[in-house]
C-alpha cells in the first residue's frame, strides 16, 4: 500500500489473538511469545507528552517504513530488534492482520534500558532556552554568541528519562546514566548513539533534509548485547528540517511534528492532558509532511 494512500486513520489497535501488553503515546505492543513482540504504530500524535485527541492519517504507516529503512541502513553500527518472522504466522486471522499489515513489526523482546539516548545537532528546542539561560546544554558548555538553529560545533549527547504516558522526559546528566546501568554501557550507549547521528545526518543532508536532534532506545539481549529498539530517525523522534530553506537565527520549517507544536504553542493551553482538537488544515499538512520526510528519505 501507498504511503498517501487513504485509509481510515487508526486511534487504537484490537488484535484479539494476541495479549495487549503496553499502550504508549503512539505504539500498540502485543506479546507474541516469551522472546518476541508485535509493534503496531497507530496514528496517535503526541506533542508535549500529551497524547492529542485528533490522529494523523497515515502516520503510522509511514513511521514504520521510515523505522524500518533505518533499521537496515544502520546494521552496521549496532543490531536491531527487528526479526524475519512473518506477520501472517503471528497474526493469522486475514481480518485482524488487514488491520495492522503495513504499521507493525515483529521484534525481539529484549530489556530495555531505562533511559532515552539523546543525540543533538543543531541549537534548537530546550537546548536553546538552555543555552539563553546558561550559555550550557544540559550541562555542557558552549561557545558564546550561538544562534538560534545553528549547527553546534559537535553532536551533543543528552540523555532523559523514560517517561510515562501523560509524564514529561526529563534530561539528566551523563554521570546519572552511569549511575542507572554502570559506566561501560553508558559510554557504549554515548558513543553508539552519537555514531547513529552522524551516519543518519549525512545521509539524510544528501537527500534534502538536516536532522537537527533525535533520540534512540536501545535494549540488552540474553548476552547482554547492546541493540537499537523502538524506532529510529522518524518525524517522530527527530527534527527534520528542509536543506532549502533553513537559515541561521530563525526557527526553520519542519517535516516533523514540531509543526504541530508551533500550532499549539498558539494556544491557551497548559501542555496538560487533555490536549486540544487540531484544526483539519493542521492535521492534513502535517500528513503531508510524514509522507514527504518518507519520499525524500526513501525515495518511496
Known amino acids: 500500500m ?3 494512500a487513504p485509509s481510515p486513520p487508526m486511534i487504537e489497535s484490537n488484535l484479539r489473538g494476541l495479549e495487549l501488553i503496553h499502550r504508549g503515546k503512539v505504539r500498540d505492543i502485543y506479546k507474541v511469545d516469551g522472546h518476541h513482540l508485535l509493534i503496531v504504530a497507530t496514528d496517535r500524535l503526541s506533542a508535549f507528552d500529551v497524547v492529542l485527541p485528533d490522529p494523523i492519517p497515515g502516520k503510522g504507516r509511514i513511521l514504520t517504513r521510515i523505522s524500518e529503512f533505518w533499521f537496515e541502513k544502520t546494521r552496521h553500527i549496532v543490531p536491531n530488534h527487528l526479526t524475519d518472522i512473518p506477520l501472517e504466522q503471528v497474526v493469522p486471522d486475514p481480518a485482524e492482520r488487514a488491520q495492522v499489515a503495513d504499521r507493525s513489526m515483529v521484534v525481539k523482546h529484549l530489556r530495555a534500558l531505562p533511559i532515552e539516548a539523546v543525540v543533538r545537532g543543531y541549537l534548537i528546542g530546550s537546548g536553546w532556552r538552555d543555552y539563553q539561560e546558561t550559555g550550557m546544554v544540559c550541562g555542557i558548555a558552549l561557545p558564546q554568541g550561538l544562534q538560534l538553529a ?5 553532536p551533543l549527547f543528552t540523555p532523559a ?8 522526559d526529563e534530561n539528566i546528566s551523563y554521570e546519572r546514566v552511569v549511575e542507572l546501568i554502570g559506566a561501560d554501557l553508558a559510554a557504549q550507549v554515548r558513543s553508539t548513539a552519537l555514531a547513529l547521528y552522524r551516519f543518519a545526518a549525512e545521509y539524510a543532508l544528501a537527500r534534502g533534509i538536516i536532522i537537527a536532534d533525535t533520540k534512540f532506545e536501545f535494549g540488552l539481549d540474553e ?10 530517525l522518524t518525524p517522530d523522534s527527530s527534527r527534520f528540517w528542509p536543506v532549502d530553506t533553513y537559515r ?14 508551533d500550532y499549539l504553542e498558539t494556544l491557551s493551553w497548559d501542555k496538560r492532558p487533555p490536549g486540544p482538537k487540531l484544526p483539519p488544515d493542521i492535521i492534513e499538512r502535517t500528513s503531508a509532511k510524514y509522507a514527504e520526510a518518507l519520499e525524500r528519505l526513501t525515495a518511496r
Not at 528519562?161 to 514529561?168: D, I, L, N, P, Q
Open 150 to 154: 545553528e549547527k553546534l560545533p559537535e
Open 2 to 4: 501507498s504511503a498517501t
Open 248 to 261: 541561521v537565527g530563525t526557527s526553520p520549517p519542519s517535516f516533523d511534528k514540531q509543526f504541530v507544536r
Open 223 to 232: 548476552g547482554g548485547q547492546l541493540t537499537l529498539i523502538d524506532e529510529a
Open 161 to 168: 528519562t523514560k517517561a510515562k504516558v501523560g509524564a514529561h
